[in-house]
Each structure stands twice: as structure tokens, then as C-alpha cells.
């Protein structure tokens, strides 16, 4: 019998997008003139975003190689989940309330931060799906 591992691909993904989150913009200051182009903030000018964003991809990178220990690779999958939740609020908290004239970018990174979200859901879900499977092949042992 062999075991599909869907969830290692959601949580591939769902660690590329971590790591585009990075590099992409996910607020802008607009200047009081018109004559100004906007700036961009990214994840690297608030070190406490980045270093956040960088500790969840790196959990979601070791989540995949857990296959072996599946309560294990769960559990490290709920932590990242908490932690693009508590990334996601402090990202909101760094653009409104160190920034008040600044604007978050909805297609930037925050796409991709819930996008990181759903993906890291859709592999938790299949992890719990193949934990009953297997506790099923267990039980007819």
C-alpha cells in the first residue's frame, strides 16, 4: 500500500510562497505630493517581520521531511499555521501602527501570506486524513 503525500506538496508550497513574501512589497507610503512616486516597504525593512516570515518557511521546509513521524510533522504544521496567523497580525500592527500613512499592498504580500494559510490548511487536513488511515490499517492488524 502506498500513501499518497499530497501534503508534502502543499507544504512545499506553501513554504515558496513564504519565501516570495520576502522579497515582494506588502505596504506603500504614499508621498503628500503627487509629484512622488509611493515607497515600498518590504518584509526586510522590519526585521522583526522578516525574521518572523523566515522562521515560518524554515518550519514548513522541516514539516516536509517529518514524513516519517506524522504526529510530529501535525504538530510543527499547526505552529507555522499560528505563526502565519500571528505573522499576518504583525504585519498589520508594523503598516498601521508604526506607519499611519502608509497602505497595505492586497495583491502583494498579503495574498500571498493567506495563500500560505490555505495551503498549509489543505496539508494539515490530509496529514489528519492519513493518520486515520493508518489507524485503520492498524486496527485490522
Known sequence: MVIQ???S???LTACVLMCVLC???????????AA???????VKDAPVFMILNIVIAALLFIAIF???????QMR??????????????TGGFIVY?????AEIIWTGGV??????????????????????????YDRLR
Do not use: Y
Open 9 to 11: 506538496l502543499f507544504l
Open 97 to 101: 501602527g508604526s506607519m499611519p500613512d
Open 23 to 33: 522579497l515582494t512589497p506588502f505596504a506603500q507610503i504614499t508621498a503628500v505630493e
Open 76 to 89: 510543527v504544521t499547526v505552529i507555522t499555521i499560528v505563526l502565519i496567523c500571528a505573522s499576518a497580525v
Open 111 to 136: 495574498l500571498l501570506l493567506a495563500l500560505a494559510l490555505v495551503f498549509a490548511v489543505f496539508a494539515l487536513r490530509f496529514m489528519k486524513k492519513d493518520h486515520r488511515r493508518l489507524r485503520s
Open 66 to 72: 517529518l514524513f516519517k513521524n506524522l504526529k510530529l
Open 36 to 42: 512622488i512616486a509611493p515607497t515600498e516597504l518590504f
Open 5 to 7: 503525500r499530497w501534503q
